[in-house]
Nanobody
Framework: QVQLVESGGGLVQPGGSLRLSCAASGSISSIYAMGWYRQRPGEQRDMVAHVGSDGIPGYGDFVKGRFTISRDNAKNMVYLQMNSLKPEDTAVYYC?????????????????WGQGTRVTVSP
């Protein structure tokens, strides 16, 4: 299993920046992708950014160049640098890892989630 622990959330003013961090532990070798999702009050969980084993990042449409995801495989960390934050970015941000497993010729995939870190953007 993979355990994920986020940090870096908090209160920030509109236009400000935050950097979220996620530390992975456990079955690190099973991870093929890592990323960030967020869940705003009363809404579904949306993908914010992800990066696969190829290192190519992908972003949700609402990011629009404001956020940058980075991954440090040596430290088993993934980061989300968030700039130009808006009130609508207020949400709980979750770290995600996609993991791949195989046994006796059978392959399957699982998701791992962190506990979430709250980001509040308000004057």
């Amino acid at each position: 299993q993979v355990q994920l622990v986020e940090s870096g959330g908090g209160l920030v003013q509109p236009g400000g920046s935050l950097r979220l961090s996620c530390a992975a532990s456990g079955s690190i070798s099973s991870i093929y992708a890592m990323g960030w999702y967020r869940q705003r009050p009363g809404e579904q969980r949306d993908m914010v950014a992800h990066v696969g084993s190829d290192g190519i990042p992908g972003y949700g449409d609402f990011v629009k160049g404001r956020f940058t995801i980075s991954r440090d495989n040596a430290k088993n960390m993934v980061y989300l640098q968030m700039n130009s934050l808006k009130p609508e970015d207020t949400a709980v941000y979750y770290c995600h890892a996609g993991t791949a497993h195989s046994s006796d010729g059978t392959k399957w995939y699982e998701d791992a989630w962190g506990q979430g870190t709250r980001v509040t953007v308000s004057p």
